[in-house]
């Protein structure tokens, strides 16, 4: 067992770090640079398995677990697998700043998530002062990482934290994401099911935002290519824009997606990791300032480099269908922007 997990590591270690000559560090027989993940509301729901994974991730040697309350319990837990990082707990505010110093990362999944029959907007007004806070703090310890953000609604805390740090004189742009991988995943899970195809070779962009309808799958684009009828085509863009619905409906007042999301955002960070590690052809759909379309933040394909973002791509070409849905969305997802940067400007 822990041959093969060794084993599993350093091919790991070897796929993601091939192109990377100058930062290696050794590590067994292969080496990667050093890196700092913070995971702040590491105790809660999405916390607690996304700082596992992240221990699984043999790119991160330092893992910082932050939250208001119950970090020391989950560090002692994660810290003991065997694997790179090592683990440290911050609880309460007067730890935050040592969680954030020398951060390479903050992944953010800090904030209540939805009961049924709330929107992800209903939750802007505890969420907003929750992000702005950590943001502030991370404008302070370490402007320099790459900040995830999960907590919703991400349509709004993503240009939250935007104002926070130009008003810090931190901003850049290439640093701050919104983490939309979920709505990938979903999509994909949903598509190879119709498409009879294998899930592990799916690919699917979803663009726009990360709420209802501006969440919009481009099955056109979606590989490997299959001959879906307009209403299956249809169907698949609702359950995929409605996946978080589903999820907080099916655990009837218990939150909402948790165990998925934990494998959305360590798939988004060691994305991140990959992108300054230098390794080529990082590419993610993530919702990051941009102008692809008129509105200032939005969700589509972005190449990620040694200092995050490396390339926003355009959209490409989209049906008809795919055409109006992105029109239908930009009132709504240009609202929640504004709403987010008014809050951050007016508190
Ligand atoms: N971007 C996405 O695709 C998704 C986003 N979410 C969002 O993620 C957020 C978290 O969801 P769950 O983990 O299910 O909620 P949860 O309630 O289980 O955990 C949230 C954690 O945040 C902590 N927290 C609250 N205030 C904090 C502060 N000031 N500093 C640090 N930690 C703080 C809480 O103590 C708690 O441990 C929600 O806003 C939810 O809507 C959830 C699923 C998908
Ligand atoms: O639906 C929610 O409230 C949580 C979320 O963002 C998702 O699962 O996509």
Redesign the pocket.
């Known amino acids: 067992m822990k041959a093969s997990l060794l084993r599993s590591v350093r091919s790991a270690v070897s796929r993601s770090s091939s192109s990377n000559h100058l930062l290696r560090r050794s590590f067994g027989t292969e080496s990667v640079p050093e890196r700092k993940v913070t995971v ?2 590491a ?5 607690q398995p996304l700082s596992l994974l992240m221990k699984l991730n043999p790119l991160v040697s330092r893992l910082a677990l ?5 970090t020391p319990g989950v560090a002692a837990d994660v810290g003991h697998v065997n694997t790179r990082s090592e683990v440290t707990g911050y609880a309460g505010e007067e730890q935050l700043a040592k969680a954030l110093e020398g951060s390479d990362v903050v992944i953010i ?6 009961k049924p029959g709330m929107t ?1 907007d209903d ?1 802007f007004n505890i ?1 907003a002062g ?1 992000v702005k ?2 943001c502030t703090a991370i404008a302070k310890y370490c402007p320099n990482a790459l900040v995830n953000m ?3 609604p ?1 349509n709004s805390t993503v240009p939250i934290a935007a104002e926070v740090f130009k008003k810090a004189g931190t901003y850049d742009e290439r640093k701050l994401f919104g ?2 991988t ?1 709505d990938v995943v979903r999509a994909k899970t949903f598509y190879a099911g119709k498409a009879n195809a294998p899930v592990s070779e799916v690919n699917v962009p979803v663009i726009g935002g ?1 709420a209802g309808i501006t969440i919009l799958p481009l099955f056109s684009q979606a590989t490997p290519k299959a001959n879906l009828s307009d209403d299956t085509i249809l169907a698949l863009t609702k359950r995929t824009q409605d996946g ?1 619905t589903e999820v907080v409906e099916a655990k009837a007042g218990k ?4 165990l998925s ?1 934990a494998y ?1 955002g360590a798939l988004f960070a060691d994305a991140c990791l990959k992108g300054l590690n230098g390794v080529p052809d990082v590419v993610e759909c993530t919702f990051v300032q941009s102008t692809v379309t008129e509105l200032p933040f939005f969700a589509s394909k972005v190449k990620l480099g040694k200092n995050g973002v490396e390339q926003v791509l355009d959209l490409g070409t989209l049906s008809d269908f795919e055409k109006e849905g992105l029109e239908k969305l930009k009132p709504e997802l240009k609202a929640s922007i504004e709403k987010g940067i008014q809050f951050a400007n007016a508190n």
């Open positions: 702040l509301g105790a809660g729901g999405i916390g932050y939250d208001i309350a119950g999944p800090a904030g209540v998530p939805r992800r939750l969420n929750i806070s950590l999960i907590s919703n991400v983490v939309t979920l990360h978080g939150g909402s997606a948790t999301m959305a």
